[in-house]
C-alpha cells in the first residue's frame, strides 16, 4: 500500500509539471509569435513609400532614368516620378536652387560656372560613351579626330574631302548648357569650338534631324545608337564600343551624374539605391546602351585627367 501511495504520489507530480510545462511553453510561445508579428509590420510599413519626385537634366540619361522610375514605380505603387530633360545645365540649376530632388548631368557641377557645387552632392550612377553620328548617306564610317575638329570648327565643309559622298557638310549641335556637348567639345574636338550650325535642345531631335538631313552630323550618347537611322563614327580607328570606353581606348565618356542638394531624401535615396542596385547595374544599364560604373578600368576627375583604376 504504502508503495502504491509513493507512486501515484510521483505519478501526480509528474502530470502537473508536464502541466505547467505546457502552460508556460504556450504562454511563451504567444509571446514571441506576437511580437514577431509586430516587428514584421513595421519592417513593412517602413519599406513603404509613398509620394513624388521630379528628376530634369540631361537628355543623354533620360532613357535611362526614365525606364528606372518604372520599374521602381512598379515596385513602389505608392510613388510617382517625374523625368525631364532640358539638358546638363538645367539640371544643375534646378536641383541647386531646389525646384528639383535630383538634377542629372553629363558633367561634374564644377565644370559649370555658376552652379553652387559646394551644396550638391554626386552620385554617379552610369558611364555614357558619345561619338560623331553621321546621316547614312554621308559614306564614312570612320575619322580621324584632327578631321573630326575641323569638321566641327568649320574647316572642312564637304564630306568628299573625307573620302564620303559631295555633299555640304550641316552641322547639328546641342546648346551650351548641354553636358553632351560639353563632353563632346572636351575629349573629341580638344576643348575646340564648334562653328555655327543647327541648334537643338535634345538629344532625340538631333538624332532625328541627323537623319533627315543629307550631309549632316551631330554627336550623340551610345544610348541613342538604337538602329540605322543614323550612323556612329570610330575615331583614329576606334571603334565606338562599351568594352573601348571601360579599357579608357575610346577618348569619349563621361559618368552621368545624379547630383542631391545636400543628401538626399527618403524617396530619393531609396530611388539613387535602386539604381546602383545589381539589376539595374547589370541589366537596364547594358539594355539602356550605358556602361556600369563598377566595370571601369579607368577613372576621371572633374578637370577630365583620366587614370587607371
Known sequence: MKSFKKLSLLTLFAAIMVIMAACGG?????KTEGNSNKDTAKTEEKKELSGSLVVSGSSAMQPLVAAAAEEFMAKNPNVDIQVNAGG???GLSQVAEGSVQIGNSDVFAEEKEGVP???????????????????PKVGIKDIKKEDLIKVFTGKITNWKELGGKDQKIVLVNRPDSSGTRAVFNKFALDGATPAEGVTEDSSNTVKKIINETDGAIGYLAFSYFTDDTVTPLAIDGVEPTAENVQSGKFPVWAYEHSYTKGEPTEIAKAFLDFMMSDDIQNTLLNEQGYLPVTKMEVERDAKGNQTNK
Do not use: F
Open 26 to 30: 504556450g504562454a511563451s510561445t504567444e
Open 88 to 90: 546638363s545645365g538645367t
Open 117 to 135: 557645387a559646394d551644396q550638391l552632392v554626386d552620385h554617379k550612377v552610369a558611364v555614357v560613351g558619345m561619338t560623331a553620328a553621321v546621316n
